[in-house]
């Protein structure tokens, strides 16, 4: 079993940062696909960014393309997902996700519980 946390959303003005982290525990997840969802209220579940094993592979979706870096310390056992340039619409609780998984959320059966970021405009 796989159990993730994540940690380091918050409260941040438009065009701000965050740093997201995402720590694995009771197997190594070295050889999974890690990646970061995010939930708005009233929508459903999204892919944001995804990572290989090695952290050469990374996808995103279009819209955080160019603000957003997924990164991964194999070492550590934890994911990161570097926001820049926030705004409103990133609003929303981010989700850790684990697997030999794609863009479909339904292809990861380990999560973590989410944690929340909030963009102020």
């Known amino acids: 079993q796989v159990q993730l946390v994540e940690s380091g959303g918050g409260l941040v003005q438009t065009g701000g940062s965050l740093r997201l982290s995402c720590a694995a525990s009771?197997?190594?997840?070295?050889?999974?696909?890690m990646a970061w969802f995010r939930q708005a209220p009233g929508k459903e579940r999204e892919f944001v960014a995804l990572?290989?094993?090695?952290?050469?592979?990374?996808e995103y979706t279009e819209s955080v393309k160019g603000r957003f870096t997924i990164s991964r310390d194999n070492a550590k056992n934890t994911v990161y997902l570097q926001m820049n340039g926030l705004k409103p619409e990133d609003t929303a609780v981010y989700y850790c996700?684990?697997?030999?998984?794609?863009?479909?959320?339904?292809?990861?059966?380990?999560w973590g519980q989410g944690t929340q970021v909030t963009v102020s405009s």
């Open positions: 996700a684990a697997d030999r998984g794609s863009k479909s959320q339904y292809t990861y059966n380990y």
């Open positions: 009771g197997r190594t997840v070295s050889y999974y696909v």
């Open positions: 990572i290989g094993w090695s952290g050469s592979f990374t």
